[in-house]
């Protein structure tokens, strides 16, 4: 159980494009999803918090008009990278908080596998 | 900031096991001990968590001190899979959304 997929796992698109990539929680119900980038040999940085049927929550630091996201059922949530840029090129990853009585009663985080993005 | 220290990488023979140890010393009280792992290019994965007690899972065990200030990962019988970015997180319950941290982990290389 708690199972995260994600789609694309890689993507490679022109600079100015926008790529969108899902997270899915398979096999449980989540009410809150997280995003999170990770650049080469660094380690993961949250973006942003994702509740169901609300705004998402966006650190400091990360444009919201940029990086959109859409959390429109409790299954999935969408990262949409509006007009890329090569530095936006990184390993993108959601997670999705877990249900309560398969991870314990406790709020633990179930990770997607990661998409890569590659912006020429 | 992340709230935890760790040796920045270790070395285990497989088969052997490797302990993978965490410094936590500002944890309050109601903060539990997280452990996942990252294999290179893929997502974190859950291995354990606790609060007080010592914890055993069908991947690692956990040894939290008594005063709770540091505490032990261990993976009885690592294998070559096991080699992996180790990160040790402590996080507060019971309040609403929680933000995992990560830290910088621990690279646990496991050789033959």
Do not use: C, K, N, R
């Given at each position: 159980g708690a199972v995260v997929s994600q789609h694309p796992s890689w993507v490679i698109c022109k600079s100015g494009t926008s790529v969108k990539i899902e997270c899915r929680s398979l096999d449980f119900q989540a009410t809150t999803m997280f995003w999170y980038r990770q650049f080469p040999k660094q380690s993961l940085m949250l973006m942003a918090t994702s509740n169901e049927g609300s705004k998402a929550t966006y650190e400091q630091g990360v444009e919201k008009d940029k990086f959109l996201i859409n959390h429109?059922?409790?299954t999935l949530s969408t990262l949409t990278v509006t007009?890329?840029?090569?530095?936006?090129s990184s390993f993108y990853i959601c997670s999705a908080r877990g249900p309560f009585k398969l991870a314990g009663w406790t709020d633990t985080q179930y990770f997607g596998p990661g998409t890569r993005l590659t912006v020429l | 900031d992340a709230k935890t220290t760790q040796p920045t990488s270790m070395d285990c023979a497989e088969g052997r096991a490797a302990n993978l140890p965490c410094n936590h010393?500002?944890?309050?009280?109601n903060e539990y001990v997280y452990w996942y792992r990252q294999i290179h290019s893929q997502g974190p994965q859950y291995i354990i968590h606790g609060l007080k007690n010592n914890e055993t899972n069908e991947m690692a065990s956990l040894i939290i001190t008594e005063d709770r200030k540091s505490s032990t990962l261990i993976l009885p019988h690592a294998t070559l899979r096991d080699t992996a970015v180790y990160y040790c997180i402590v996080l507060l319950m019971n309040t609403g959304f929680q933000k995992l941290v990560f830290g910088t982990g621990t690279r646990l290389l496991v050789s033959p």
């Open positions: 429109a059922s409790l007009s890329a840029h090569p530095e936006d | 010393s500002t944890i309050s009280g």
